[in-house]
T-cell receptor, first 115, second 112 residues
Framework: NAGVTQTPKFQVLKTGQSMTLQCAQDMNHEYMSWYRQDPGMGLRLIHYSVGAGITDQGEVPNGYNVSRSTTEDFPLRLLSAAPSQTSVYFC??????????????FGNGTRLTVT | DQQVKQNSPSLSVQEGRISILNCDYTNSMFDYFLWYKKYPAEGPTFLISISSIKDKNEDGRFTVFLNKSAKHLSLHIVPSQPGDSAVYFCAAIQQGAQKLVFGQGTRLTINP
């Protein structure tokens, strides 16, 4: 009963490096999203997708790219890491975007440090 | 511009007493409000929700109250248990917007 799986759990990057945070769900959910959690800021939406081939920007999209080639996977790419991207990243999925009929299911997060 | 605000970063309550977590919002177009609970090193999990057409929703020990005129909602936990110690996030969404907006979170500690 995997749910939403995020890898890696921890990552340290140097400024300017690139990397991809992986997210996979096995619940056949159409809606997937990425949030970052920062102290005093709560959870802020980075990007989201309502289905394969469809993505859109959230509240804080700058510096991040996403793609949705399959229903199951929704990777988040950092093209050139900056210290301001040090955060905990959460991937979430649900049957519908409101999270009402089917509440958002979150992964356990990726803690990223950029030095 | 923080549309959903939780002004108390932390709250400490004695076991068995009532815990009241508060949340304010600025966008009068929000249709639904939700509470999520988060333990350390885990992702948030859904707790309870309420539609803007209601003023109260109850689920076991958890009750959410909505005051639309004040743009305020609260989560009551009665009685509080040690396992309730966690960070609680308030969230809101406008139907059709496809974006759930979260507050900053409140860390609840239940003392034995």
């Amino acid at each position: 009963n995997a749910g939403v799986t995020q890898t890696p759990k921890f990552q340290v990057l140097k400024t300017g490096q690139s990397m991809t945070l992986q997210c996979a769900q096995d619940m056949n959910h159409e809606y997937m999203s990425w949030y970052r959690q920062d102290p005093g800021m709560g959870l802020r939406l980075i990007h989201y997708s309502v289905g394969a081939g469809i993505t859109d920007q959230g509240e804080v999209p700058n510096g991040y790219n996403v793609s949705r080639s399959t229903t199951e996977d929704f990777p988040l790419r950092l093209l050139s890491a900056a210290p301001s991207q040090t955060s905990v990243y959460f991937c979430a999925s649900s049957e519908d975007e409101t999270g009402l009929d089917s509440p958002l299911h979150f992964g356990n997060g990726t803690r990223l440090t950029v030095t | 511009d923080q549309q959903v605000k939780q002004n108390s970063p932390s709250l400490s309550v004695q076991e068995g007493r009532i815990s009241i977590l508060n949340c304010d919002y600025t966008n009068s177009m929000f249709d639904y409000f939700l509470w999520y609970k988060k333990y350390p090193a885990e992702g948030p999990t859904f707790l309870i929700s309420i539609s803007s057409i209601k003023d109260k929703n109850e689920d076991g020990r958890f009750t959410v109250f909505l005051n639309k005129s004040a743009k305020h909602l609260s989560l009551h936990i009665v009685p509080s248990q040690p396992g309730d110690s966690a960070v609680y996030f308030c969230a809101a969404i406008q139907q059709g917007a496809q974006k759930l907006v979260f507050g900053q979170g409140t860390r609840l500690t239940i003392n034995p």
